[in-house]
């Protein structure tokens, strides 16, 4: 870049910022950290030693807030929440790094104390229900197992509970469909059902994993907007994530988006869709069908395809795929800097534009 | 223009489903009901539904993978649903498919080169050396290269195998390719690939598409017109431009305002269409959309709405539009 177009964007930059830190102030009000996650690394073992499948990750969840972590299939977004939630499947393991959640470290958290925060403190809804519910027993049953697992309730109360989660998750005719199997409903209805376990602990932060992914338009529409009333009615945190940048738009406060393992870019929802600083955001957001100037115009396209991780160019990972890549980015892997108050990005074109940087851990 | 290539005439497909003890108690599912439709020489017509919807076995029933259970199937004028599979062959070379899954439709002990070669051999075009050559250049057609003819579908991505499989459908050159999800399993950023490719071959091959999807957005894109179906019946089709705004079917609405927009500043509008599509085995009288619709009046319970012209090429199956 020229250097007079530089001095320009800077003091353009300067006038963003001030309206920015506006914006800004009213995120962070409400965006206690309830999960802090920091250089968290999880690799498994691969024939040319270890594959990082999730690489220096930072990200943190608000209390109440929902955080969108956005990305391609592979990128290690399902990883990250099995990280936190110390479920990593074998010979995967956590690395690296450290999981905050209210004030402990969950990576040396023992299985027992972890077992205790999953479904009560932090749960967790997947994208296809027929897998996660048990197909022998009635959803009412399952869910007052869970209650009777964690709390000091009788039976009685704990079917109680469950018929009165499914009331709340608009279930009609609750006290009845709590004796059906989960075959006998519906997709939507297991989703409906999942959400109710999620909630049913009054837990401080839900991680939803693709929820919607499985399920038709006009279905999704009524699990988003279910979530989103809970979400007002709960006060839980959210950790949503999802291949579907219509549904962060919808439903998130702040959103991360993640590359072979790396966290690319992180903003708050407005300025990330507004001003997408990394060229693979920006990308991803322009090949959308919706966003297309007009109907039957070609749609603009990321060349190339997702690495696989042993695979990853040297330097910045998007590098081989960037339509704006420079020789230092084949040399050098850039830092997760922050641009703008609370918009974080790894990319060398604003990395002279940095406040702050989040350093790689040893 | 105008000219149909493909034409459904009244069509229905019945499924026998459900077997209780040596199957007693059978029951039947009217997946496509009463299904007139219209494909026009050159164009792409969308067809979207929810899942369960029929759209898929419509577009099966196009290409006579699957014979009407009654009605009529027409293509390039001639009447193709009575034929034997074996007066059907010359005619498949006309028609081809691409389906959603190219993990599942490519054979995984064939290398790409023989998978590409055999529509070459098995319709008596080329043979050994001249076929391999023609499969080489299919894959340079959509975007791949000539020496991937080697390599076998595993060591591809899914957007690659899904060029795969739109390669194999377009070696005999066929008029009409039926597109049944092609680009739904696919990542964000290949979707986008792949549908420009689509469009590309189109125009260079002179293509007709039945482009069979679920998002809206993705047909709307692609397609010249579209049609909607709901539970085995066409509610809607209008020209592509037309799917903004209303009037519409209540559906077609219904579906546009559910989809999320990619937008923050722009929120879903008004309330979401209630509950779940009825089962199509036991469709509700009158329209099939009325326990759903808001509109739903008196005559929709009663009456069966029937596809009529609401606007230059717009008919909407609604007593209320």
Same mark, same amino acid.
């Given at each position: ?16 910022? /001030? ?199 006009? /279905? ?98 998007? +590098?081989? %795929? ?41 | ?58 577009? %099966? ?35 081809? /498919? ?6 599942? +439709? ?43 003819? %080697? ?5 591809? +991505? ?7 499989? /739109? ?155």
């Amino acid at each position: 870049m020229a250097p007079g177009g530089a001095a320009g964007l800077g003091f353009l930059g300067w006038g963003l910022l /001030i309206f920015r830190l506006g914006q800004q102030s009213e995120v962070a009000s409400l965006a206690e950290d309830l999960l802090s996650i920091e250089g968290l690394v999880t690799a498994f073992p691969g024939p040319q030693g270890e594959l990082r499948a999730v690489d220096d990750l930072w990200l943190s969840v608000g209390r109440g807030e929902v955080l969108g972590l956005v990305g391609e299939s592979g990128c290690g977004k399902s990883l990250t929440a099995l990280s936190v939630l110390g479920l990593v499947p074998p010979p995967g393991r956590v690395t690296a790094g450290r999981m905050m959640f209210k004030g402990r470290d969950l990576r040396r958290a023992g299985e027992e104390e972890l077992r205790r925060v999953r479904g009560a403190e932090i749960s967790m809804v997947f994208q296809e229900p027929m897998t996660s519910l048990n197909p022998v027993f009635t959803v009412g049953r399952q869910i007052a197992e869970l209650v009777l697992a964690h709390r000091q309730v009788g039976r009685r109360e704990a079917w109680e509970l469950a018929v009165e989660m499914l009331g709340k998750v608009g279930i009609p005719d609750p006290a009845r469909r709590a004796e059906a199997y989960p075959h006998q409903l519906s997709g939507g209805m297991r989703q409906r059902v999942m959400i109710a376990m999620a909630l049913t602990l009054e837990p401080e932060l839900v991680i939803a994993d693709e929820p919607t992914t499985a399920l038709d338009v006009t /279905i999704q529409d009524q699990i988003l907007r279910l979530m989103g009333r809970l979400r007002d009615q709960s006060g839980a945190a959210f950790l949503l994530i999802t291949h579907n940048l219509a549904v962060v738009a919808q439903m998130a406060d702040r959103v991360a988006v993640m590359y072979t393992g790396r966290l690319v870019e992180r903003s708050a929802v407005l300025e990330l869709f507004d001003h997408p600083l990394h060229p693979y955001t920006s990308g991803l957001l322009s090949c959308l069908p919706s966003r297309a100037p007009e109907l039957g115009v070609r749609l603009p396209t990321i060349p190339g395809v997702v690495p696989p991780l042993g695979e990853l160019p040297p330097g910045c990972v998007f +590098s081989d %795929r960037c339509p704006r890549v420079m020789e230092r980015c084949r040399r050098e892997e850039p830092e997760l800097v922050e641009v703008f108050p609370g918009h974080w990005v790894r990319c060398f074109l604003h990395h002279q534009k940095a406040r702050g940087v989040e350093r790689r851990v040893a | 223009m105008s000219e149909a290539l493909l034409a459904l005439e009244g069509v229905s497909r019945v499924f026998k489903v459900g077997a209780g003890f040596l199957g007693s108690r059978r029951r039947l599912l009217r997946a496509v009901d009463r299904v007139d439709l219209a494909v026009r020489r050159g164009e792409v017509l969308g067809l979207v539904g929810e899942s369960g919807c029929g759209k898929s076995t419509l577009g %099966r029933l196009a290409l006579g993978l699957l014979r009407p259970s009654s009605g009529r199937v027409f293509f390039q004028g001639r009447e193709i649903s009575g034929l034997s599979p074996r007066r059907l062959r010359p005619l498949r070379r006309q028609m081809q /498919i691409v389906f959603q899954d190219p993990v599942t +439709s490519l054979n995984p002990r064939l290398s790409v080169g023989s998978i590409l070669a055999e529509p070459f051999v098995i319709h008596g075009l080329a043979r050994g050396r001249e076929a391999w050559r023609r499969a080489e250049e299919l894959l340079e057609q959509v975007g791949l290269r000539a020496e991937h003819a %080697r390599r076998y579908p595993h060591q591809f +991505s899914g957007g690659q195998r899904q060029r795969i499989g /739109i390669a194999r459908a377009l070696a005999l050159r066929p008029q009409l390719v039926v597109a049944d999800e092609p680009v739904s399993a696919l990542d964000v950023s290949i979707q986008a690939q792949v549908l420009n490719l689509l469009a590309d071959l189109r125009e260079r091959f002179g293509l007709t598409y039945l482009f069979v999807a679920h998002d809206l957005s993705v047909v709307r894109h692609l397609s010249d017109r579209i049609a909607v179906m709901y539970l085995g019946r066409i509610v809607e089709v209008a020209p592509a431009r037309e799917f903004v705004e209303p009037p519409m079917h209540p559906y077609t609405e219904a579906l546009l305002a559910a989809a999320p927009l990619p937008d923050p500043r722009r929120k879903n509008p008004g309330a979401p269409l209630q509950g779940d599509p009825p089962s199509p085995l036991d469709p509700p009288p009158g329209c099939r959309f009325h326990p759903r619709c808001r509109e739903a009046r008196e005559i929709c319970r009663r009456q069966e709405p029937s596809l009529r012209a609401i606007g230059p090429d717009h008919l909407v199956a609604c007593h209320l539009r």
